[in-house]
């Protein structure tokens, strides 16, 4: 059933729908745990104390980030196994930030270059803990990574650093397109290239603990045995991008911007309360339009400024009153989460809670 949206609310608002929320996260889980996989959530999408509790609550092992800055405030709320999947270049300030956060949690972090790894042994000389270390692979999204023939040397460097390497690391961003074979393709590319660099480090005698891969599209296309971790972000909420690619249903959608109509300016078209501003602007080629809209399937959010969204309605579909409230599913969700200082989580059509977004602008 399509997020029903409670009165009153003081639109554009982020409404979570905790019920299909929890199913989401209980379903992921269940796959992870049939399937043999440690679970690792990217915090990323949600980056949001209580979300975060739920996840860890039905099974999964600690949360993945991407900034020091996200992995600050979960340590801070009492998350204590937290890994930056991400390969950081460690200035100064970092320096400070990552040693401290070494001494409070139980740290994994990516590393993909022979500089970043002997910058990182530096920063964590003499740290209280020792971090983990995971040498993220390019598995055919080509944007950071090395390639499995290359993990050795980067392994053998963060070693000579003084750091413990446990495995590999890879995200397989392909997966992401129109075509649904992309998804399957992906998942084999991640597991022959993470075996590769696996073979490689064990061959230098390195104990390979972790081969961490997954993304939500490629959610049910993993095979036992190759990857043993898994790091989805998007599918606690799921998004139109995610609907477009045939990964989740309507009924899976958790999060919708809350809009009000503020124009109809003709029978063809209307305008919403929210743009950019709170939808974000990401848009996959394979998506139509600037966002989904549960309650008008058939029209199209066919523009989108910093504070309207113009939705464009086919020949004889009548759109919605002025002064209506209707939902916008995001094209990509991690962008308006970011964008949102409070998530207002509903059940039933009613609030339940509001949620701050706790790690909102940790960007760094
Ligand atoms: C390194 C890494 N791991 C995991 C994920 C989660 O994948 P998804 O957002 O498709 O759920 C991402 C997303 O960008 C990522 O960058």
Redesign the pocket.
């Known amino acids: 059933m399509a997020i029903q949206l409670p009165g009153g609310l003081d639109t554009p608002a982020l409404v979570v729908d905790s019920d299909v929320l929890d199913r989401n996260i209980s379903r992921m889980a269940e796959r992870s745990r049939s399937g043999g996989f440690a679970l690792r959530p990217?915090a990323?999408?949600h980056k949001c104390i209580q979300i975060a509790d739920r996840q860890l609550q039905v099974g999964a092992f600690g949360l993945?980030v991407?900034t020091i800055g996200e992995a600050e405030v979960f340590a801070r709320n009492g998350v204590d196994d937290l890994f930056i999947?991400?390969p950081l270049w460690l200035d100064a300030g970092k320096v400070q930030r990552i040693r401290r956060l070494a001494d409070e949690v139980s740290l994994r972090v990516?590393v993909e270059s022979i500089e970043g790894a002997q910058r990182l042994g530096e920063a964590l000389r003499g740290s209280a803990r020792p971090v983990e270390v995971l040498i993220?692979i390019d598995s055919g999204a080509h944007?950071t990574g090395v390639r499995p023939h290359a993990a050795a040397l980067v392994g053998k460097t963060v070693a000579d650093a003084g750091l413990d390497v446990v495995g590999v690391?890879t995200?397989p961003?392909h997966?992401?397109g129109h075509d649904t074979q992309a998804r399957e393709r992906a998942a084999r590319d991640e597991e022959r290239v993470l075996a590769e660099a696996a073979q490689e480090l064990r061959s230098l005698g390195f104990n390979m603990r972790v081969i961490s891969g997954?993304?939500?599209?490629?959610v049910g296309q993993w095979r036992q045995g190759a990857v043993n971790e898994l790091?989805?972000?998007?599918?606690v909420f799921n998004d139109a991008t995610q609907l477009a690619m045939g990964v989740c249903s309507p009924d899976d959608l958790a999060l919708a911007a809350a809009a009000t109509v503020i124009s109809t300016p003709a029978a063809d078209r209307f305008v919403l309360d929210v743009g950019s501003k709170t939808l974000g602007s990401d848009r996959s080629p394979w998506v139509t339009g600037h966002g989904y809209l549960p309650g008008f399937p058939q029209a199209m959010v066919s523009g989108l400024w910093e504070h309207h969204a113009v939705v464009g309605l086919p020949d004889g579909v009548r759109g919605p009153r002025l002064g209506s409230v209707i939902a916008v599913v995001p094209n990509h969700v991690?962008t308006p989460v970011n964008l949102a200082d409070e998530l207002v989580v509903v059940r039933g059509g009613e609030v339940i809670d509001h949620w701050p977004v706790a790690a909102r602008g940790a960007n760094t």
């Open positions: 990217h990323k999408t993945s991407a999947a991400y990516g993220e944007r690391f995200f961003g997966g992401y997954g993304s939500t599209p490629t790091r989805p972000g998007v599918y991690c």
